[in-house]
């Protein structure tokens, strides 16, 4: 159980498009979904929390109008990159937690992730 | 603000050894603590979650301990296979209320055969 999943798990784009990736707990109902951002031999850096049916929080210096970010459902998050550029490049991991609490833990459950190019 | 260090931030290691992975956190009013694993240009995989009242947690191979008031985790592998190389993540969760998790950046490990 508490699977997640991605789409599409790597993209290539020119600069200047928008694109969305979607994030959806498969087996499990999620009220909250965090999107994170990885670049190379950096950590995850949270970019933004996402409550069902209520706006994002964005994390300070997470430009809101650039990223935005759709949670519609309680199996379903998008994020959209708006007009993106090379320096968007990066690894895209969205987490779903849990409507109720998985017996044993307190964790987030991840996704595997988008790469995303930006030519 | 909470930051979080790993050390090393590479090991090679032959099959067969003990190993431990160091993870240390500036901020010791943490809720929880996780120690994650992630292959290559792969998602993450839930290894351990110790709540700040806990000490450590074991799972097969893997032993995690935590030491809140010092701002300390370590990550015990016994019997290290091939198929333990990945990069191990530790991150915590600070109180508050915030679900926010803070990463470290990791260790890469290599299990030689």
């Known amino acids: 159980g508490a699977v997640v999943s991605q789409h599409p798990s790597w993209v290539i784009c020119k600069s200047g498009t928008s694109v969305k990736i979607e994030c959806r707990s498969l087996?499990?109902?999620?009220?909250?979904m965090f999107w994170y951002r990885q670049f190379p031999k950096q950590s995850l850096m949270l970019m933004a929390t996402?409550?069902?049916?209520?706006?994002?929080?964005?994390e300070q210096g997470v430009e809101k109008d650039k990223f935005l970010i759709n949670h519609a459902s309680l199996t379903l998050s998008t994020l959209t990159v708006t007009s993106a550029h090379p320096e968007d490049s990066s690894f895209y991991i969205c987490?779903?937690?849990?409507?109720?609490?998985?017996?044993?833990?307190?964790?987030?459950?991840f996704g595997p992730g988008t790469r995303l190019t930006v030519l | 603000k909470q930051e979080v260090t790993q050390i090393p931030a590479a090991l090679s290691v032959p099959e067969g050894e003990n190993l431990v992975l160091n993870c240390s956190f500036t901020?010791?009013?943490?809720?929880?603590l996780q120690w994650f694993r992630q292959d290559p240009g792969k998602g993450l995989t839930s290894l351990l979650l110790?709540?700040?009242?806990?000490r450590e947690q074991t799972s097969g191979r893997l032993n995690a301990s935590l030491d809140k008031s010092s701002g300390r985790s370590t990550l015990y592998i016994a019997a290290s296979q091939p198929g333990d190389s990945a990069t191990y993540l530790c991150?915590?969760?600070?109180?508050?209320?915030?679900?926010?998790?803070?990463f470290g950046k990791g260790t890469k490990l290599t299990v030689n055969p």
């Open positions: 087996d499990f109902q999620a009220t909250t």
């Open positions: 996402s409550n069902e049916g209520s706006k994002a929080t964005y």
């Open positions: 991150a915590v969760r600070t109180q508050g209320g915030s679900e926010k998790l803070v």
């Open positions: 110790i709540q700040s009242s806990q």
């Open positions: 901020d010791s009013a943490i809720y929880n």
């Open positions: 987490s779903a937690r849990a409507l109720r609490r998985m017996p044993s833990t307190d964790t987030q459950y």
